[in-house]
């Protein structure tokens, strides 16, 4: 990516820098601006690191441009950026800034990483290095399957619809994992089109409910007309773990991405006053939120226990 094209990744932020010799960090996200986590965890970084350093944002844009070329250029662009402005720390988002940036270019390196958002595990990355730390995500899994049951009674097969991406592939895999301990069969459909994943929506009525994975990665999403069109098909229970999922889902353990922003710019002011990478644990997300759409859940007459309904949020 060389010229405009490399331009339009960056962006730099003053967060108010009182002091000339100003902290430098830089910020990659593995997403682009727009898609509702990366916007999440963007937004509890800027909050959480104030007028600590002067922020230069960097965007590898892989859900939208997913083939490896295209992944491996922006690792490269990014490297250049870090490369030549040696910042006191970077904050990275997401699975694969962690695979193509770090793991390749950065391991046990004189700059301190900061990683968040990287699904489940860190064991494929070899983390920790001397020089990163960060934050796992973790989704509610075995909790959304004691609160489904609760909904719906005993559970003997789920359907997974999701795109097609590491980052789904990964969340299919724990829910495999924990199904299996449970004796639930779950089929799936990890899509790269708008019209499969209506397709497999439909094919999902016939499970006993119906799990929700994002669908970041599908170019053609039209919010309004899956609305529209899963409206009819509406009749098993569907769960998610992605807040901007809600408006094609009834229920709801969300995952917050705020937290890892928030914590990510906390780590960072650490290491920015002196502590080590290596010296702060990896740790996974803790917050959850539980939301429902009223809306699907009634189109589907299915009613919810008072002991969910009254910790529930409802989806606007």
Not at 139 to 165: L, S, W
Request: hydrophobic content about 45%; overall charge negative.
């Amino acid at each position: 990516m060389t010229g405009s094209g490399f331009c339009t990744r960056v962006l730099v932020i003053l967060l108010s820098a009182t002091t000339v010799e100003a902290a430098k960090c830089v910020y990659v996200s593995s997403y682009h601006q727009g898609y509702a986590w990366s916007d999440g965890v963007e937004r509890g970084l800027l909050e959480t690191l104030g007028d600590k350093c002067e922020i230069t944002i960097f965007n590898m844009d892989t859900k939208r441009n997913k083939d490896e070329a295209s992944i491996q250029r922006a690792a490269l662009d990014a490297k250049k950026l870090i490369d030549a402005m040696q910042p006191d720390v970077v904050i990275a988002s997401d699975d694969n800034a962690s695979k193509y940036l770090i793991v390749p270019y950065y391991k046990d390196a004189d700059i301190p990483f900061v990683f968040c958002g990287v699904n489940w595990t860190v064991e494929q990355y070899g983390f920790p290095f001397s020089n990163v730390t960060g934050m796992i995500e973790v989704a509610a899994i075995e909790p959304m399957f004691d609160k489904v049951a609760a909904i719906v009674g005993e559970v003997d097969h789920a359907f997974y619809i999701g795109a097609n991406t590491l980052t789904e592939w990964k969340n299919l895999r724990r829910f495999e994992l924990s199904g299996k301990t449970r004796q639930i069969e779950i089929s799936s459909q990890l899509v790269g089109t708008m019209a499969d994943w209506l397709a497999a929506y439909e094919e999902a009525q016939l499970a006993d409910f119906v799990i929700i994975g994002s669908y970041a990665g599908i170019t053609d999403w039209d919010s309004e007309a899956v609305a529209r069109a899963i409206a009819p098909l509406s009749k098993r229970l569907s769960a998610t773990n992605h807040g901007w999922m809600m408006p094609y889902t009834m229920f709801g353990m969300t995952k917050v991405p705020e937290e890892h922003g928030e914590w990510a710019g906390k780590v960072a002011i650490e290491i920015l006053n002196g502590t080590a990478a290596a010296a702060i644990p990896i740790i996974p997300n803790r917050n959850f939120n539980i939301i429902v759409n009223n809306s699907l859940l009634d189109r589907a007459q299915i009613k919810l226990p008072e002991f969910i309904r009254l910790k529930a949020q409802a989806f606007n």
